[in-house]
């Protein structure tokens, strides 16, 4: 199999089709975008009956549609289940972009000299999630599907994939598969490729401190009533110990502790602090005593404030003292966490540390459970062989930070392991302003995928 | 001196005066109201000329135009010099008003059965400083004006006064008086007149604390770098003790600590703190240990957070690390605090407790001194017989823990004592959503104004 030829031919014509997806503003968390959530699903049904798939459907949920395709080649043959997603995260804070966020661009930086798209999505996930579709193209094409593949492309994944578990229940048959292939992760370097093998869980609430029943003028009032701003400060302080322990009671009973061995092992990965804390312009690191960086982003949970607000935050100044202040608290899972107990056990905390003074309110948004990927099954041994057909490298099994709640959910409503072949950078900025993808990474995503289908078929049989 | 009838007569075409000056939007802080601030001046120009005045002038500063009047009958006479503002608040948050706050409405309340207008800057100030220029419409009209009057009117309160001082300095001679009279306080209740002989200084600032350089996915980075949101929170946590002192470094050094006669004295003032949670819908009040209520919102210095923001505060849920948080602090303070000293006791401490994962910068906003008026001057003599002469009773003199900076500052730079004869009360929502002014209150302070000229002229000789 030789994927080169076919790409470099067709390369200028991938970057354009990602490009207009990107433009396509399918913010999931804001109801304002709603028209164009649905049409990025529609967009996509048209991508994948372009690239061979035999059925698509646009498949109705009680949130954004599930848009689901297949080709079918022999049922006696093994089937590839590729999920994605077509949502992204709001851009805010939009003034920061340098160009705006759907308007998308390609720029030439120190990492990718050979240019990168920057918009809103083109990492996380439409980039990564389009190289598969060109990869079903190019197997298509030139004739070289060597088994089943499905696809199942979610509008839900950065809220939560609220409606993809009642999708899986009603759905087991068709999405029926031997191996679930994702790229809605990243690698360590464009020299060190890597397949990431485990994912934090999360749990993700917001809180709500109520003092008195109106703002209040700071000077008549101030000091004699409980200032919800302040209060919340407090109480947010009091989630860590002066060690960065979170001190919510029974937060850490589950959690899964590593071998000596296994740290030892996780040491070796390529990292210099030095250069982290320059690339983030940080004059020291911070997090949980005891542990590294590298341990403190994958195997160690946290808590994170995710936003707060509260009181007068215009120009020049107000002498308030505000009724409500509000905060988005998250929380990264290791395995063997279960969000929903994390969840109840934060919320049972906070409401704990309120003073009388203040009403406290505690609605959890979503969440998702830990994932650990074995790696002596077939399917990350046949991703670890497309990486060293294309990128010379053996890959290296990596823990992520990061979550995607719905591997685990994969692994108890399909039964399947899901294989994370991602091909984003660290510094590809999603989640923040500037988001981008490299197009060398881009283009390798599509070299690389179908040759995991290729060993994928040759080891299962 | 009967100036009920003239009032009785001229009461709705002096309620639909303010009415209009309500309507237009001189919101000082806010630059996109430029233009209604300026136009308010023109406003408060036109009403003085009409109440009398020879003179009125709109005089240009390097900020907000100052709107000055006078009326000289005779220069042997004593001159009253009348300070108010023309600006308002910002009416945020706009969500919690009942009616738009520049859409003048009248409704009765069980406090104002009469009814009250209910309008960003009713009391606060509009409404108050409207009484002195009909006072003087009807001490004009009636031929019963026994001294010289000055108007200074200005349109930088809400922001700190910052041309005022250059005003002051520039324009001495013009300003001089034996008294200066200010309505931009309140009274304890309908039935319990006072005047307010204390205020509270004031130091604001502003923080912004910076983290990583760049919004950070939170699944990828959490952990392992200081989220300046959580920072913030633990900084602002700190500027309070288990007791609520407050903690910076020298801040309660120059304290006036009351003698135990004169909190005994202050404890005789009505008040039910049942009543006063209940109003606030609060379960508990919350303070500095070891004082009342009523003792910490005027004789005690306060640090309340009036408002924060950081990360994402959009609908639904963002899993990022912020770049920047940002908080507006204030401080009350009480004679002796200088501001300009606590200020920079509070950026020193504020910069020390930092930890160096993360970059502080705090900027000072405004501030201004607290002050004490003596109760045996002619000025404070005058209004109190003014009070007796409309209410039938002694008014109390009370420490307010509000901030009027100005007031020390006409001290140093005019050599005169301010007189606050304030009609509105606590319940009136300055600052606040739904800010109102009862008519009742509005026409007792025409009423009653009148009454210290008289006396102020009298006693004087």
Partial sequence: MNTKPYIEKHKDRFINELIELLKIPSISADPAYKNDVIKTSEHIKKSLEDAGCDLVEICETPGYPIVYGEKIINPDLPTVLVYGHYDVQPPDPINLWDSPPFEPVIKKTELHPEGAIFARGACDDKGQMYMHVKALEYLTANNELPCNVKFMIEGEEEVGSESLGWFLENNREKLANDVILISDTGMISKEVPSITTGLRGLSYVEVEVTGPNRDL???????????????LCDMIAQLHDENNHITIPGFYDKVEELSKEERTEMAKAPFSQEDYNKALDIAQEHGEKGYTTNERNSIRPTLDVNGIWGGYTGEGAKTVIASKAYAKISMRLVPDQDWKEITDLFQKH?????????????????????????????????????????????????????????????????????????????????????????????LKGIETIPHFYKHFATMSK
């Avoid at 003028?217 to 209060?231: D, E, F, K, Q, R």
């Avoid at 959890?364 to 990486?387: E, F, N």
């Avoid at 294309?390 to 930070?401: A, D, E, L, V, Y």
């Fill in 217 to 231: 003028h700071s000077g008549l009032y101030g000091g004699a009533v409980a200032n919800p701003i302040n209060i």
């Fill in 350 to 442: 906070f409401e704990s540390i309120a003073p009388k003074s203040v009403k406290v309110k505690v609605s959890p948004h979503h969440g998702g459970t830990a994932y650990v990927t074995p790696i002596d099954s077939i399917g990350y041994q046949a991703a670890s062989k497309a990486y060293e057909d294309t990128f010379g490298k053996t890959p290296i099994p990596q823990r992520s930070g990061g979550s995607i709640p719905i591997v685990a959910l994969f692994e108890n409503e399909l039964n399947s392991k899901s294989i994370l072949m991602g091909f984003g950078l660290d510094s590809d900025a999603i989640h923040s302003p500037n988001e981008h993808f490299g197009i060398w990474n881009y």
